[in-house]
């Protein structure tokens, strides 16, 4: 189960990730609700 998972994985999310690698935005999500929120707009320009 694991194994075929990490196939799924592998073969389908892994290239949308570096197709769209430089559209991510990284936000640290340690902290409060409000915390984490407030660097999410901060990340997002609002």
């Known amino acids: 189960m694991i194994l075929n998972r990490m196939k799924v994985y592998r073969d389908e ?3 949308l990730l570096e197709y769209y ?3 991510l ?3 640290d ?3 409060t609700m409000d915390e984490v929120f407030a660097r999410a707009l901060q ?3 609002k």
């Open 13 to 15: 999310t892994a290239p």
């Open 43 to 45: 990340a997002l320009g």
């Open 25 to 27: 935005k990284t936000v």
């Open 29 to 31: 999500a340690v902290g």
């Open 21 to 23: 690698s430089s559209q």
